[in-house]
C-alpha cells in the first residue's frame, strides 16, 4: 500500500483524487464518515478571505481568490457566486485596530468603517484583474441602502458590496472527489468508520467499527489528514504530536420568510468582538454564524445555548426590526477549524494551510505527513502541495494537473439558463422523466443527473418527503459509502439541514435504506433515535 490517508474531509478526498491521477495507489479511511468534521461544519462560503489581508495573509488571499474562480469553473453545480454586503457603522472606524493588527499586534478586530474596508475591497479587485468571474465593488450611500435592504440598521454610513461564492452541498463534493478517484484509478480505495492503530513490525492495523473486523496495512507513506484531530490520529499511531489548536464554528439554520426576503439573494457580515458574523439565504432558509471558540477536545464541540443567544443577538442588531428567536432556529451545527496550535487572539490565527513531516524512525519505516490548517476554499492547491510533496518519495512524478479538472456532476454543466432548460428537455425526452423532475436532479447531483435519470425506471415520490424518490434513496444508500441514517440526511442530502428530518420522515428513509442494507427492525429503530437526536434544533 504505497499510501495510506487518515481523514476523508476536503483535503484528504482532495488529496485522494490528486494522487489518483498521477497514478499512485491509495487507501483512505475516515473513522467516521466522510465530510463529518469541518467540511460538513462549515459556513458554506467559497471566499477569498478579505479579512486575513489584515494580518498581511496576500499569499493566502491570492491563492484562495484563484481557487475560488477555478470551483466556479469546475464545480458550477454545487459552487456559484454570491453576493456579499457589509454594513459599515462608520467611516474611520476600526482604523487604528487595523494598523495594529497589520503590524503584528495581538489585538481583537472589531468593527470595521469605511475606509479600513477600501483597501480590501480594492485588493479582491486587484488580485481577480485577469481573471474575473463576478462583478466589481461598489459602496452604497445610506439613504438608498435603506430603502433597498428593508429592516436593516439605521445607524450606518452606508454599505459595502462585494462577490464572493458559496456551495450548497460540500459533503456531497467530497463523494464526487471520491468517485473521481475511485473512477480514474482502480488502485485507490476509501473507507468510512474505520479507526486506525499501530500494529506490529511498522504496519498499521485499520479497524471496522462497524463489522468489527480489521485489515493489516504496511504503508509506504501515511498522510495525516483528519484536521482538527491531526494530534488524535497521530496518537492512534504512536506519535505524540502538538500541532492542533482548533477553535469551533458554531452555525444556526433559520426559517424565517421575512429575513430571507431581506436578504434577497445575498449575504449579510459584519465584525462582531473581533468575530464574523454572517448571515445568507440557502435555499428557502437563512444560515447564520458563526462563532469563534478555543476547544481542547474536538470530539467535545457542540452548538451550545450561549452561542445560539450570541448569534441571535448578533442578527437581531443588523435587522433590529425583524422578529428572529429560536422558535425560528431548525438546524444548528458545529465544526472545529484545524488551526495551528497558537497563543494568540483566536481571530488572528492564521488560516493558511502547511505540512509538517515525522520522519522514519525505528519500525516505523513510513513517513507521516501531517496536514496543518486550510480551509475549505483552497483544498485543491493544498492537496496539489501536498502530491508534489510526497510523489518524489514513491519515486514517482506528476502526470497531469488538476488545476482545470472538473468534479463529479460539474462536468458539462450547462453554463446558462437557455443551455440549462435544453438540457432538461433532452434528458427528460430520453428518459420518460417529467422535466420538473429533472430539473431537480440536476439541481441536486449536476450533469450526474443524466446518469441517474437514465436508469430511473419507475419512480415512486416518497410519502413525507415528495422531492425524493424509492430509486433515489436505494441508489444513495447503496452507491454512497452510506453506513448510518444520518449519513444519508446529514452529508448525502440537504434534509436534516432544512429542518425536514421529521420522525414520519426519518421513519420512512430508515424503511429504504435499512431493505437496502438489510437492517433489521431494531437497527431501524436505533437510526431513527439517532438521526433524530443528531437533527434536534436547540429550543429554549
Request: proline residues 5%; glycine residues 10%.
Amino acid at each position: 500500500m504505497p499510501v495510506l490517508i487518515l481523514g476523508g474531509g476536503i483535503n484528504g478526498v482532495g488529496l485522494l483524487r490528486e494522487l489518483a491521477l498521477q497514478g499512485v495507489e491509495c487507501l483512505l479511511v475516515d473513522r467516521a464518515d466522510f465530510a463529518a468534521g469541518a467540511t460538513s461544519g462549515s459556513s458554506r462560503m467559497i471566499h477569498g478571505g478579505m479579512r486575513y489581508l489584515e494580518r498581511r495573509e496576500f499569499r493566502l488571499v491570492r491563492e484562495s481568490l484563484r481557487e475560488r474562480n477555478l470551483l466556479l469553473d469546475n464545480a458550477p453545480h454545487y459552487v456559484g457566486p454570491l453576493k456579499t454586503t457589509i454594513p459599515l457603522p462608520s467611516r474611520f472606524g476600526g482604523l487604528w485596530r487595523s494598523i495594529l493588527i497589520f503590524l503584528g499586534f495581538s489585538v481583537r478586530p472589531g468593527l470595521r468603517g469605511r475606509w479600513p474596508l477600501k483597501f480590501g475591497l480594492w485588493y479582491y479587485d486587484f488580485a481577480t484583474r485577469k481573471c474575473r468571474r463576478t462583478p466589481k465593488r461598489y459602496l452604497t450611500p445610506k439613504a438608498r441602502a435603506l430603502r433597498e435592504i428593508p429592516g436593516l440598521r439605521s445607524d450606518i454610513v452606508g454599505t459595502a458590496t462585494y462577490w464572493d461564492a458559496w456551495i450548497t452541498q460540500a459533503e456531497r463534493l467530497c463523494i464526487e472527489l471520491i468517485q473521481d478517484a475511485q473512477a480514474a484509478n482502480a488502485d485507490c480505495h476509501a473507507l468510512n468508520y474505520v479507526s486506525p492503530r499501530a500494529g506490529d513490525d511498522g504496519t498499521v492495523v485499520l479497524e471496522d467499527t462497524i463489522l468489527g473486523e480489521s485489515l493489516t496495512v504496511r504503508p509506504a507513506v501515511v498522510v495525516n489528514a483528519a484536521g482538527a484531530w491531526v494530534d488524535k490520529a497521530n496518537a492512534s499511531l504512536g506519535l505524540e504530536t502538538r500541532y492542533m489548536g482548533g477553535t469551533k464554528g458554531s452555525h444556526l439554520v433559520v426559517d424565517c420568510p421575512e429575513l430571507h426576503a431581506a436578504l434577497d439573494g445575498q449575504i449579510y457580515y459584519q465584525h462582531s468582538d473581533g468575530r464574523v458574523c454572517i448571515a445568507f439565504p440557502f435555499m428557502d432558509k437563512v444560515i447564520m454564524g458563526s462563532t469563534d471558540i478555543r476547544v481542547a477536545d474536538p470530539d467535545e464541540a457542540r452548538c451550545d445555548d450561549d452561542e445560539v443567544e450570541y448569534m441571535l443577538e448578533t442578527l437581531r442588531g443588523v435587522f433590529p426590526s425583524l422578529r428572529i428567536g429560536r422558535e425560528n432556529v431548525v438546524f444548528a451545527y458545529c465544526g472545529v477549524r484545524p488551526l495551528p496550535r497558537s497563543e494568540g487572539v483566536t481571530a488572528n490565527i492564521t488560516r493558511g494551510h502547511s505540512i509538517r513531516v515525522i520522519e522514519p524512525d525505528g519500525e516505523r519505516a513510513w513517513p507521516v505527513y501531517c496536514l496543518i490548517g486550510g480551509k475549505l476554499t483552497p483544498f485543491r492547491a493544498f492537496a496539489e502541495m501536498a502530491a508534489d510533496a510526497i510523489l518524489p518519495r514513491l519515486g514517482a512524478e506528476r502526470r497531469r494537473s488538476t488545476e482545470h479538472e472538473p468534479i463529479g456532476g460539474g462536468r458539462d454543466f450547462p453554463p446558462d439558463e437557455q443551455r440549462k432548460r435544453q438540457w432538461i428537455s433532452r434528458v427528460a425526452s430520453e428518459s420518460g422523466l417529467a422535466e420538473s423532475r429533472v430539473a431537480v436532479l440536476l439541481q441536486r447531483y449536476g450533469t450526474a443527473a443524466g446518469r441517474y435519470a437514465a436508469e430511473a425506471g419507475e419512480e415512486r415520490p416518497l410519502r413525507c418527503l415528495g422531492d425524493y424518490t424509492d430509486v433515489e434513496v436505494r441508489r444513495i444508500a447503496l452507491t454512497e459509502h452510506v453506513e448510518h441514517l444520518t449519513d444519508l440526511v446529514c452529508r448525502r442530502s440537504v434534509i436534516a439541514f432544512l429542518g425536514r428530518a421529521t420522525r414520519d420522515v426519518l421513519e420512512e428513509l430508515a424503511d429504504l435504506v435499512g431493505a437496502a442494507l438489510g437492517w433489521d427492525g431494531s437497527r431501524k429503530g436505533r437510526e431513527v433515535e439517532q438521526a433524530l437526536d443528531a437533527c434536534r434544533p436547540p429550543r429554549a
